[in-house]
């Protein structure tokens, strides 16, 4: 497991909950990220402009962590962006028909115990794992 | 002040997912990847920060359901209960582009600071998606109307 990084991921993990738990306590909003995107982007969203800051900060932290001297490696992904099309049309519509993502669901709903929540991630985990097994192991391997 | 707390919690997020390494999809990939387990080649870093996560957001929520929110008059609680096929069937096809190429919104939209084509490319199709998703449910509820009014509009055969 040489690539395990288990105190940063927890700090970062802490930070993520924090962030979830703050929302709402000051603002009353679950910090599912599909949520505030999609209220964003679709016609007829409401509440515009929690959700555009909630995104500009988002946005920001990478921005300001570059400030400091850390920048984001780019990511190393596929090279075809046939794939990247198509795996972002499956997570934008998915996430729509789910009601939630990694964070909607992973973590708010977890946390609430929802039993939707539990079964939304329970579902996507699989599913994404069987897709890294084909892709790696049986098409790439 | 809501916008403004908002962009703090936001900001907040995005520091969680810069430091926990999610923000990377060989990182996300590197956990989803289970057949890694027998060589040692399996990250499991993300179940890391999920514990650490559900632990914050577990208590934190439990103490925010005893107070009203401080810029808002009532926490929104989701209200949905049943597990119905959307769900699932909207699990499985976000599972399956997650890890096609090991993004998922949060870590996709901070990673548009890269400018990596890719990035970008996933972004825009995301937002299709969802447009997409938007029509689809609308076009779906209108022909629901449609055919209860016109139910309603014939007469009964008995």
């Known amino acids: ?141 | 002040m809501r916008a403004l707390a908002s962009l703090f919690c936001g900001f907040m997020f995005g520091w969680g997912l810069l430091i926990s390494g999610m923000i990377r999809p060989d990182k996300v990939l590197g956990f989803l990847d289970v057949l890694a387990i027998p060589s040692g080649n399996w990250d499991p870093s993300l179940a890391v920060v999920m514990a650490a996560a559900l632990a914050v957001t577990g208590v934190g929520y439990a103490l925010a359901r005893r107070h009203t929110p401080l810029f808002e008059s009532q926490n929104q609680w989701p209200t949905q209960t049943v597990i119905d096929r959307p769900l699932i069937a909207g699990s499985v096809l976000f599972g399956v582009g997650w890890g096609l190429v090991g993004l998922c919104p949060g870590p996709a939209i901070e990673n548009l600071t890269t400018l990596s084509p890719g990035v970008i490319t996933f972004v825009i199709a995301m937002a299709v998606g969802m447009i997409a998703y938007h029509f689809w449910e609308t076009r779906d509820a209108a022909s629901a109307e449609r055919s209860l009014a016109a139910a309603a509009a014939t007469p009964a055969d008995g």
């Open chain 1, 1 to 141: 497991m040489a690539n395990f990084t288990p105190i940063s991921a927890a700090i970062g993990g802490a930070l993520i909950g924090l962030s979830a738990v703050l929302l709402m306590r000051l603002n009353g909003r679950i910090a599912g990220i599909t949520g505030i995107f999609a209220g964003l982007i679709e016609p007829q969203s409401t509440e515009w402009a929690w959700r555009a800051t909630f995104i500009v900060g988002l946005v920001a932290a990478p921005l300001s962590a570059a400030l400091i001297g850390y920048t984001v490696p780019i990511p190393q992904m596929p090279p075809s962006l046939a794939i990247f099309t198509v795996a972002g049309l499956l997570v934008g519509f998915g996430t729509r028909l789910s009601n939630g993502c990694t964070s909607g669901h992973g973590i708010c709903g977890i946390a609430r115990l929802s039993p939707r929540s539990i079964t939304a991630t329970g579902i996507f985990m699989v599913a994404a794992m069987i897709v890294v097994a084909l892709t790696r192991h049986v098409v790439g391997g």
